[in-house]
């Protein structure tokens, strides 16, 4: 039995009526011909840290911070979609967060020094709120891909609430990751 988990900090997309629009423009996307990997729309979520390979013993550590992190619900309006790192060389294809950015940044900003006070290294990236819908596995079909993405630049796949900030375990297998949640908290007023 493994001695960790492989973990991150999210919000994930609950509305059905959301998750529907994505699922149709992730087939969309499948008839431009390029290589991707689509996330399942059970997996759909918006990563505000990655935790990487997490002792067991680190789990409450992590949940005891969490939960001094101060947010009230919040509203976050999803739109456009786009590509890691750019068009030219898309890795990643993504929806943006327009209402609702705000607030992500201010719970990342709080979220950030108390992982590092726990021992994690700086997120490299830094943090850009956004959801990831599909992984580009190949450059089968470039121009198709990106001339989809910039004719979707502004579609509205619209409103979800944040309300949970969870701990998600990914379990990674052959056939994708599967996410469970380990911990959750919810606002503090």
């Not at 087939?27 to 390029?34: E, I, P």
């Not at 992190?69 to 967060?97: C, E, N, S």
């Not at 992500?104 to 108390?114: D, Y």
């Not at 900030?165 to 007023?189: A, C, F, M, W």
Request: aromatic fraction near 8%; charge should be positive.
């Amino acid at each position: 039995m493994s001695e960790s988990v492989r973990s991150f900090i999210a919000f994930d997309v609950e509305s059905s009526t959301v998750l529907n629009r994505i699922s149709s423009v992730q087939n969309r996307l499948l008839q431009t011909g390029a290589d991707l990997k689509l996330v399942e729309p059970q997996n759909i979520h918006i990563t505000l840290r990655f935790l990487g390979n997490l002792p067991f013993s680190m789990i409450e550590k992590v949940f005891e911070e969490m939960k001094h992190v101060k947010f009230t619900p919040f509203t976050m309006q999803l739109k456009g979609i786009g590509a890691f790192p750019d068009l030219r060389y898309p890795r990643v294809i993504w929806i943006g967060i327009t209402e609702g950015a705000d607030q992500l940044k201010a719970i990342v900003s709080q979220l950030e020094p108390r992982m590092r006070r726990l021992g994690f290294a700086p997120d490299s990236k830094g943090f850009s709120p956004h959801l990831t819908i599909a992984r580009v596995r190949s450059g089968k079909n470039k121009v198709q891909l990106a001339n989809f993405i910039v004719e979707n630049a502004n579609y509205e796949f619209g409103a979800v609430s944040a309300e949970r900030l969870r701990l998600k375990k990914s379990d990674l297998t052959p056939k994708g990751p599967i996410y469970s949640t380990l911990k959750e908290v919810g606002p503090q007023q």
